[in-house]
């Protein structure tokens, strides 16, 4: 079994990187210690990512392994990939790693050392990069870390990972650090204490502006991530309960929330519909009442939904009544009328 793992300063989780066969050119900048006993520049003024997920930076020349393995001679230490891709290793000789994800050459050193060693187990962590990294979080659909070869701006590190996916949200994140430069972008905040700029872009802006201002230039280590689509949740007398995503879309109407639910169900009291609202910096939801039914009539003017609302449909007991006295009633009325026509 081939235990796989990707480090980044001891503490820094693992990212998903692009997507096998995808080739990136090698930069010539001094690699970056990211060894988890020193205190290099990955650690420092900025929040660690700590979602895990694949090992699959894809290694180059200048980047330093740290192999942990059951054979001693290579165990517990560090390689550097020369210019040719290639890293010189007791037992094994020459191995080439250029091109290779850290996954792909684990699996490659675990063959080979399958002539030493029953069952072979291989780790790698690669303690320093051939060149500056950006970090993608989040929906991207290949995050990872990339290396930041040149100057490269936000378009097109995105057309680089694949853009986002279906379900993410339409507002990016990005996080720099102070030693960097603020951002260069009016919204952009900057925090003293954490030594950080952030700031928040909208990707239709990005799309339909030609050479936008949010298209800036990227620098070293800086974080940019994507959460998932912000979702309306709709609970009660409705024919699809659940969380419904609001795609590129800032608010939706309630009729269009309810025609996403399918329509009410048959016992729904229409009348006094509730919008649970979140209240900023509390725990605590706003009550909104609102008369559906004069909506659906052209009676009122619709009312948007926000993200993380919810919107609950009352049952109808008035309705209930009624519709239980009618399957009782309904099959003694005519003994009842014999009887009193006696």
Known sequence: MILLAFS???AMAQFQQPLPGQAQPFGQNPPLQANPNQAGPITQGRELPSEPIRPNYQLGPNDQILIRTQA???????FRIDADG???LPLLGRVHAGNLTVQELENDLAQRLREYIREPQVIIQVVQFRSSP???EGAFKAPGIYPLQGTRTLLEMLIQVGGVL??????????RRSEYGPIPLPNAVEDPEKKVSTVEISLASLRQNVNPAEDILLQPY???????AEQIYVGGEVV??????????????IAQIITMAGGFSPDAMKGKVRILRPVLNTNRRAAIDVDVKRIFEGKDNDVPLLPNDILYVPRSYTRLFWKTFGQIALPILPYVIF???Q
């Open 339 to 341: 009887i009193l026509a």
């Open 240 to 253: 699809k309960t659940g969380p419904l995503e609001l795609g590129e879309r800032e608010s939706i109407s």
């Open 8 to 10: 980044v300063a001891g």
């Open 134 to 136: 950006v970090f993608f």
């Open 72 to 78: 001693e001679e290579i165990n517990d230490k560090p």
């Open 166 to 175: 279906p379900n993410a949200s339409q507002h990016i994140k990005i996080m």
């Open 222 to 228: 800086d974080v940019i991530s994507v959460d998932r």
């Open 86 to 88: 290639n890293i010189n």
